[in-house]
């Protein structure tokens, strides 16, 4: 799994989810992690991967991908419970 840097180190977001516009399995993983962030109380960031040209690049076939704490969590799907285990698994 990868690592994603996102931003200039203010944001507090836990979450990071790579999406595009269009995309069905985006919009769930977004209604997931939403879900999810919402009983933990974790704050949730989305990236559009075509935004950048490295990270459509990269991350072209697996969107939405979905990172916790700057690491790859998962990708094309979100599992709740295992999303919910890493949030509360603080290191």
Known sequence: ???VR??????????VVMTRVGCHL????????AAVCATTGDRYREIDVDSDPELAR???DQVPVTFVDGR???FWR???DRLRAALTARS
């Not at 996102?6 to 979450?15: H, I, K, L, Y």
């Not at 985006?26 to 992690?33: E, H, N, Q, S």
């Open 1 to 3: 799994m990868s690592e």
């Open 6 to 15: 996102t931003g200039n180190g203010s944001d507090d977001a836990r979450v």
């Open 26 to 33: 985006c919009a769930d993983a977004v209604a997931v992690i």
């Open 58 to 60: 990269r991350y072209n």
């Open 72 to 74: 790859q969590h998962d």
């Open 78 to 80: 979100v599992d709740r």
